[in-house]
């Protein structure tokens, strides 16, 4: 059995919470809850890189809107900053409550409607922690102006939410006038260059002959330049190399294949057949993009494959998948910012776990809900050597080269700040329920995960739960 991450939870006053979504008239500006901001003075955030054991710092109610659910809102975590995010607009809080929390809305007119939006990014520009987000929109247009689908991008210091670079992706031209797209279907994007490239599933069939039933949006905060990629699904970016995947996806196509195109352009440098039905992203690394395929064999059997892609010369690594009773292309595949990329097959991730080394792209461990001696966990994180999950239990840890156990060291440290943060900025700890849980975000300061509001938490769509590291 995997070993626990070591979550305990902090004792706290109860204050009366303040809501995470906020509106701004200012496109250019962050929305403050409070006057005042970090200091110079302010004392260092507890770090650990990586973090193997987590205190539960602070809960914050996230108020129900007639736009966000609980399927569009996520959670994320970006230097010293847990967030959440959603159709309305993203909110930043420090993990130890040194300035003051910050909200960015999604749109600034009236007239622009969010119908999805990414799970926030984490990026370096300029030696600073950038929040990364990017939202599908419809503009119904304004005066003289035609409707339009497009793709917004921000770039915000992961500090005080300001915008360090927008960048808006028109679909018009890829797409036809008033056609867009309804859905984000993938993500990735590089951490040094804040490149960022998202799938986007087209809006009915106009839309879908003219750019794919998914498309790649691709944009670059320093050129501040876009770019759309007909009828190819993104699995990852890099240095402003585009790996992904095109084909009909559907049984007995034998279409499907795996693509290198240049982001700045949209031309399509590499094609690389994969003579499967079926080929989806399913994550990235610092090295290589991963896609998962299948074809149906017969005899209720699939081909599953996983495949590996350089972004540098495009070769490609094939490694076969165990699990061959269901159909399981949907791979989830997690990086963790250095050498290891993990990844989870099955229906509902459970069957078979695997782990690459992503310097070589080649499977490195792995093991199937057949062994007879460990289960495979519910991944929800990787970090700097280290995967987070979640067993039928319990938080566990798992080292990301070998997949062997880690064990939960002892708390070294218990964070001291000049303010509580389970009393401050909205933090209301009351709402959480007691029940530690693994991170789906994690930086050497923390880490963040939405808990389900309580049935008397009538005025709240979710809670998002904070983490700060002791070990």
Not at 265 to 282: E, M, R, S
Request: charge should be negative; aromatic fraction near 6%; include cysteine.
């Amino acid at each position: 059995m995997q070993r626990p991450i070591s979550v305990v939870s902090v004792a706290t006053a109860v204050v009366l919470l303040a809501g995470c979504s906020g509106t701004s008239d200012d496109k250019s500006d962050s929305t403050s809850e409070s006057s005042g901001s970090a200091t110079a003075s302010a004392p260092a955030v507890a770090s650990f890189d990586p973090p193997k054991a987590f205190v539960t710092m602070s809960a914050f109610g996230v108020e129900r809107t007639e736009k966000d659910s609980q399927y569009t809102l996520q959670a994320g975590m970006v230097g010293q900053t847990s967030l959440v995010t959603g159709l309305t607009g993203v909110t930043g809080r420090n993990i130890a409550a040194q300035g003051e929390p910050w909200t960015v809305p999604s749109v600034a007119a009236t007239t622009t409607e969010t119908v999805d939006a990414a799970a926030p990014m984490g990026v370096r520009l300029d030696g600073k922690d950038v929040v990364a987000v990017a939202y599908v929109q419809n503009d119904k247009g304004n005066g003289t102006q035609k409707a339009k689908g497009q793709v917004v991008f921000q770039w915000l210091d992961a500090t005080d939410g300001k915008k360090v670079a927008e960048v808006t992706a028109d679909l018009t031209q890829a797409l036809g006038a008033g056609q867009g797209g309804d859905n984000v279907v993938s993500q990735a994007y590089d951490a040094a260059t804040g490149q960022i490239v998202v799938g986007v599933g087209a809006d009915g069939e106009e839309a879908a002959k003219k750019g794919g039933d998914v498309f790649t949006v691709y944009a670059d905060p320093k050129t501040q330049k876009s770019t759309v990629i007909p009828f190819v699904t993104p699995a990852g970016v890099l240095n402003g190399v585009v790996a992904g995947a095109k084909g009909g996806n559907q049984e007995g196509a034998a279409d499907g294949t795996i693509v290198i195109a240049d982001g700045t352009t949209g031309k399509i440098t590499k094609q690389t057949p994969t003579k499967q039905d079926y080929v989806n992203p399913a994550g990235s690394g610092t090295k290589h993009a991963y896609l998962a395929s299948n074809s149906y064999e017969g005899d209720d059997k699939y081909n599953n494959v996983l495949y590996s892609v350089d972004y540098a010369s495009g070769a490609v690594v094939r490694t076969k998948v165990q699990v061959a009773d269901e159909q399981v292309s949907a791979v989830t595949c997690w990086g963790d910012q250095a050498k290891a990329v993990v990844c989870t097959a099955g229906a509902s991730g459970g069957k078979e776990i695997i782990g690459f080394d992503d310097t070589t792209g080649k499977k490195a461990w792995g093991y199937t809900d057949k062994s007879a001696s460990r289960l495979v966990p519910t991944v929800t994180a990787a970090f700097h050597g280290i995967v987070y999950a979640q067993s039928e239990v319990q938080p566990v840890l798992m080292d990301a080269a070998t997949g062997e156990d880690v064990s939960t060291p002892s708390a070294t440290s218990m964070p001291s700040h000049s303010k509580d943060p389970s009393t401050t900025n909205g933090s209301d700890m009351s709402l959480y329920d007691g029940k530690p849980k693994s991170p789906t975000a994690v930086t050497q300061y923390g880490g963040a995960y939405l808990q389900a509001a309580s049935g008397s938490n009538y005025d709240f769509q979710s809670i998002l739960i904070a983490l700060a590291p002791t070990a």
